[in-house]
């Protein structure tokens, strides 16, 4: 891992638990989650990260505006996109019907999410 992984991955920890509110902490752990694995798939990211925003102020961020219901891909474009402005996120999701089959020759349906908004 590198370096900057490892100063983000350390910053949000750190800054995990001084998330206040209900729905900030509803969604607190998965954006978390999903934010170091966006560090690990991009240095730049991480340094973003890392020498960016709290977390606690990436979590208003994502909660500013939203009624009773976010999904989670909208809640971890929010958090990208607060560290890193213009970020995007792509969801993928697929269905396999056979669960006797290979992983190398999956049948399945492939789901941009992003379609659905």
């Known amino acids: 891992m590198s370096t900057w992984y490892r ?3 350390d910053r949000l920890k750190d800054e995990y638990s001084k998330v206040k509110g209900q729905k900030e902490g509803a969604m607190k752990s ?7 694995e966006f560090c690990r798939q991009n240095e730049e ?6 020498q960016g925003g709290t977390f606690p ?4 961020a994502v909660a500013r ?10 809640a971890f474009r929010r958090a990208a996109s607060f ?6 996120v792509n969801v993928y ?4 019907l056979d669960p006797a089959e ?8 492939l789901l941009d999410l992003s379609d659905f908004f």
């Open 7 to 9: 100063q983000a991955e």
């Open 30 to 36: 998965a954006v978390r989650d999903a934010l170091l």
């Open 45 to 50: 990211f991480a340094q973003a990260v890392a």
């Open 57 to 60: 102020d990436c979590m208003d």
């Open 65 to 74: 505006g939203v009624g009773n219901y976010i999904s989670d891909p909208e």
């Open 83 to 88: 560290y890193f402005d213009g970020a995007k």
């Open 93 to 96: 999701m697929t269905i396999q």
């Open 102 to 109: 290979p992983e190398t020759e999956q049948k399945g349906i």
